[in-house]
């Protein structure tokens, strides 16, 4: 995913907050059109039960499996859980708890004009 920002949304089909969240998730998927990698991760959950989460919410972006071991090394303590990583995989910002369509793209355009500002490399200002 490095070379422009990204998302990686954790949830799970238990979470309650995150069938709040998951239209908004895929309202900013449908509007990425490219300048944005994103990415769901289904933590600790039952198989069939993650599948169907993602059906009934129409995802269209692809979503990735968490036995629990991913998630334990990016430190999540609740869900959902939005990681904002930059063009160079850094995370940059985390949201916690279910987010709006609006806060996700606030989150974006903030790495976005963070990197915009950032000198060149081997630019002396």
């Known amino acids: 995913m490095r ?3 990204a998302l990686i949304n954790f949830f ?3 979470c309650g907050p ?3 969240e998951a ?3 895929e309202a900013l998927a449908r509007s990425l059109r490219g300048r944005a990698a994103l990415v769901g991760v ?3 959950d039952d198989l069939d039960n993650a599948r169907e989460f993602v059906h009934e919410h129409g995802w269209t972006f692809p979503v ?3 036995h629990g071991e991913v998630g334990d090394e990016y430190g999540i303590t609740g869900l959902p859980a939005t990681f904002v990583l930059d063009s160079k995989g850094m995370i940059v910002n985390t949201l916690r708890g279910p987010q709006t369509r609006g806060d996700l793209e606030e989150a974006l355009r903030s790495v976005e004009s963070e990197e915009k500002s950032e000198p060149a490399g081997g630019e002396i200002k």
């Open 64 to 66: 990735l499996r968490d």
């Open 23 to 25: 239209p908004e998730v």
């Open 3 to 5: 070379g422009r920002p």
């Open 12 to 14: 799970a089909s238990w």
């Open 18 to 20: 995150c069938r709040e």
């Open 42 to 44: 289904d933590w600790s």
